[in-house]
């Protein structure tokens, strides 16, 4: 694998991960925060930066069946939510191409 290289957000409210501190999404970015993961509160974002994927998973979600994977910080290797690539109900065909970031695992900056 080769370097990875880290993006930065310019402006304000800023999502950063817990751990590392790294850039990863912000407030413009929010679809919903109405979503829960593994570690309680969890929100759906537009898009993202400085995260890779891991492997297309099937999964029973609470919303139904879900081909995801697993959302992994680009500073700390950290899983941090995850992304939906596919889902089975026409109802959460929403979701499809857009991430969740678990609360726990991002703190907010520049929230002026």
Known sequence: MGKIILEYL????????????IHLSNYESIISKNFRGGTGKAFLFEKGINY????????????????VQDLICNGCNQVIGWKYIKAYRESEKYKEGK??????YIKRIKWN
């Open 52 to 67: 890779h994927v891991g492997i297309p998973e099937d999964k029973d979600l609470m919303t139904g069946k879900h081909t």
């Open 99 to 104: 991430i969740i970031i678990e609360r726990h």
């Open 10 to 21: 310019d402006g304000n409210r800023i999502y950063v991960c817990t751990k590392c501190h």
